[in-house]
């Protein structure tokens, strides 16, 4: 098993990635119409080459051939000294076997590289992930709701973990 950092070639890839999870993460919580329209917005190639090319880290973890999961996010968020997890997803075949939180850890590696103080995320608040995040240090910072167009609304938990920075002596 490795990680790599995804290049604009391995667009295909993430959005395979996405479109095999979104079904199961969110089935329960959304409406399928609102499911394809989000897909459509935020994993459509002009998007993800934009993010991948100004601002956004993807990581990707591959066992054997097979890409499981990925990973995207953003340093010095906000011109801020955090770092914001944009998107991470697992194949829901690879799910529990730990790959969330190689890619956290992973994060949270290079947010401390960056002298970073905290990871930022935003989940639906009735998504069961949220717990995961818990065990894994983050706590909710406040609620969210985000307007994101044809009539849908996002709403979110953000949560936020607090980390040491690395260097600065």
Known sequence: MEIRKAQTKDIPSIQKIAFDTWPSAYGDILEQSQIDYMLDLMYNKAVLEQQMNESQTFLIIQ?????????????????????????????PDAQGKGLGKILIEETESQAIKRRNSKLSLHINRQNKARFFYEKLGFKI?????IDIGNGYLMKDYVMVKEIERGGGR
């Open 63 to 91: 066992d054997d051939d097979q890409d499981l999961a990925f990973v995207s996010f953003q340093t010095d968020y906000d011109g801020q000294a955090q770092t914001k997890i944009h998107k991470i997803y697992i194949m």
């Open 141 to 145: 910072a406040y609620t969210e709701d």
